[in-house]
């Protein structure tokens, strides 16, 4: 599997679609939508292949799309077909049945494709329709991702039958040197709160998220800024660059997000793919997996996104242990007993104190991952590193580092966050690579906060509150099962104090286990 697509609440049921190849563990040139559903975001059923290629318009894959509740209560997918001539066109798509809550048969409208190919864009240059929104025209609006000439455009449609599409005169937006956009997501959120908004509400009290997939990079990137339906126009306050801001400093990518009206708040997904090879690939059978599903909002200060798993997820939780007020010394290791390490979910706030003795280096123009991979986390500094060694052996030959450092400049401090990779595994030939971004918080006010998710081979973390993420794949030998072990550390010369620590076992969800439908008839 890899993108996820068309996430939405459907009368009772959460479903996702996702891209999928039902052949084999390997992206192919012949993909499908697969299609699974949940009542909690945490347990999924499997479904029958939703749509497959099988149509002039998508005989060679059925590619990236989403999803929209039309007036009635009515769902309807957009995606990307590549069609007979290898050509990249969207279509549309609407349930068979809408008394299934389940929404198990998917009719292709005959009339597709709904929007061709863009005279001037290359052949495979064109995918990935939004989840449209509505405007006070009576029309609705998507975007579909592009480039020209290393030019990443967003091109925005317009029609006021969902059926027939009007490509607007200008992008939404574009900037030059981005390379293709895919998976691009558009949505609001509010300037002052936590929940989230329908994809259609325009108000002075929103802001517009524009999230574009940068293919060259493989990474996700963001822009939050202030669109005007009237005008057509979007302007970003912060604009593109690979110095951005992206959801994820990790394995992260295509991400999707829906609103969901149940409890008022956006959730986020996204493709994590492997860090072995493709030969590793086909030996195991399987390849790709979806992250844990995110709430996301804007942060008070209106300059980033702030994520944090879903609450759904205490459904899960058992054998809480906690730890409050615990100083860890330079070269101190607190080991985390009484949980599953290797399926855990832990909070863990730090307090430091005599800040001004903090390292001083200068943060404009550098690479935090650069840091990160320099001074991983064996190099001792003053504030730093310090955070938990997950996944790791009794004797940290194998440990995942998820730690943090702090630095001053000029009387400001800063804080910097890693996620070390470098020693995950005994294996050779893996990807490694240790991941670093700054947390925009003052660790001379607030205490510097961890949240991390331990899943088998899936680590992801949470600085700040979700101010700075970062999604590992990791492959331990050692560190497996009974043999895997958690630690909170300190390895840097001064002291940090834990003011505060709960962590718990997580139980294994209902994956890809068929549910079984009792009907009972009352006389």
Sequence with gaps: MNDPNGPMYYNGVYHLFYQHNPFGPLFSDQMYWAHSVSHDLINWTPLDLAIAPTQPFDINSCWSGSATILPGNKPVILYTGIDSQNRQVQNLAVPKNLSDPFLREWVKYTGNPVINL?????????????????????????????????????????S????????????????????????????????????????????????????????DYARDYYMIGDYSPEKENYVPKNELTLGTLRYDYGKYYASKSFFDPVKNRRILMAWVNESDSVADDIAKGWSGLQSFPRSIWLDRN????????????????????????????????????????????????????????????????????????????????????????????????????????????????????????????????????TYGAFVDIYPQQDEISLRTLIDHSIVESFGGGGKTCFTARVYPTLAIGEEAKLFAFNNGTESVVISELSAWSVKKAQINIEETVVYRSII
């Excluded at 490509?167 to 929940?195: K, Q, Y």
């Excluded at 007993?337 to 943060?363: C, H, M, R, Y």
């Design 118 to 158: 863009p005279d001037g864009i290359q052949h495979d240059d064109f995918r990935d329709p939004t989840t449209a929104w509505f405007a006070d025209d009576g029309k609705w609006r998507i975007i579909v991702g592009s480039q020209k000439d290393k030019t990443g455009i967003a091109f925005l449609y317009q």
């Design 160 to 215: 006021a039958d969902f059926v027939n599409w009007t490509r607007h005169e200008s992008p939404l937006h574009e900037v030059a040197g981005t390379g293709i956009w895919e998976c691009p997501d558009f949505f609001p959120v509010m300037i002052d709160g936590t929940n989230g908004v329908d994809t259609s509400v325009m108000s002075p009290t929103v802001k517009h998220v524009l999230k574009v997939g940068l293919f």
């Design 302 to 433: 209106q300059k980033q996104l702030v994520q944090w798993p879903i609450e759904e997820i205490e459904l899960l939780h058992e054998n809480e242990v906690s730890l409050q007020n615990e100083n860890l010394e330079d070269g101190s290791l607190h080991e985390i007993q009484g949980i599953t390490a290797w399926q855990a979910d832990v909070k863990i706030s730090f307090k430091l104190t005599n800040l001004e003795v903090a390292e001083e280096l200068d943060p404009s123009g550098i690479d935090p991952q650069l840091i990160c991979s320099e001074m991983d986390a064996s190099k001792k500094g003053k504030f730093g590193p310090f955070g938990l060694l997950a996944l790791a052996s009794h004797d940290l030959t194998e440990q995942t580092a998820i730690f943090f450092r702090v630095f001053q400049n000029n009387g400001r401090y800063f804080v910097l966050m890693c996620s070390d990779q470098s020693r995950s595994s005994t294996r050779n030939g893996l990807d490694k690579t």
